[in-house]
């Protein structure tokens, strides 16, 4: 268990960090192709364009900030291997405490009282969560679930990568949704993966969930890049938090066979809905301050942006 808190709370970190990277590397993308008065930065309907997003994803800062995201991919995929759901995924949620304070020492925010209060939150329910979490379930399920969730993963990133394009700039409390749904398809692929306890190459290679976490995984930050792109707003942040922890942590309990210490269930259930109300908070009440300059992130905006994973 304790192993599994100290792998958690590192992928958080990395997560949250490069999210700070990535966000720079992309406002700085975008400010450049508003510089050059480019057409072709955008969609007819306003979103970004594949272009663009490419563009973004060459800055420096986009680059360590991805090498950042994969580290954490890895720890989080132990993690979750190590600890029911609802508390790896709430944990590594918690990347929007970190990012939220990294953004004091690294783009000159100040939090509010709302926020520091937020955060305090989050952290009292973590310790709630960690002092209810029993044993994870097994993770062994049919063939057929993995094919399912390949299934859902090719339409929830297929399609709602389409329908991300054509509501354009509309579309970043959606596209947080989606990106955080892709995230937590990945954590329960990597949660009923075959062939990793004992390793076994034909089996881990022959398994639909490796490809639903490669789909789910890639699409999720395609997607997150998106929402960096059109400007991330309050709602855009809260729906990311809500698809990366309470979808897995549901299947974890109902699908998975996760459970709480026996007598703990409720604290469980109340540590969990506190974690993701705090961690929805935090991107709440980062509200863009007024008198921001045409073309460039207001203070608050920035937070909520760098917040978004």
Known sequence: MIIGLLTAVAASACYGTGSVLQAVGSRKSARRE????????????????????????????????TGLDFIGFALGALAARLLPLFLSQTVISANLVITAVLSIKLLGIRLSRAEWSSIAVVCGALVLLATAAGPEGSGHTPIAAHWWLLGASVVLIG???????????????????????????LGVGVRVLNGVDPFHLPTLLGDPALYAILVAGLGGMYLHTVALQIGSVNGATAALVVGETVVPGILGVLWLGDSSRPGFAWV????????????????????????????????????????AR
Do not use: C, N, Y
């Not at 709602?160 to 398809?185: E, H, N, P, Q, Y």
């Open 34 to 65: 508003a510089a050059a008065a480019s057409t072709t930065g955008v969609t007819q309907h306003g979103g970004p364009s594949l272009s663009s997003t490419a563009k973004a994803a060459v800055t420096w800062e986009f680059m360590v900030g």
């Open 159 to 185: 399609g709602g990568t389409l329908i991300v394009r054509l509501l354009g700039g509309r579309a970043a409390i959606l596209a947080g949704l989606l990106s955080g749904l892709g995230f937590g398809a």
């Open 268 to 307: 469980a259930a109340l540590g969990f809905v506190v974690a993701v109300a705090g961690a929805v908070a935090v991107a709440w009440f980062g509200e863009p301050e007024a008198g921001a300059q045409d073309g460039a992130p207001a203070a608050g905006a920035a937070k909520t942006e760098v917040a």
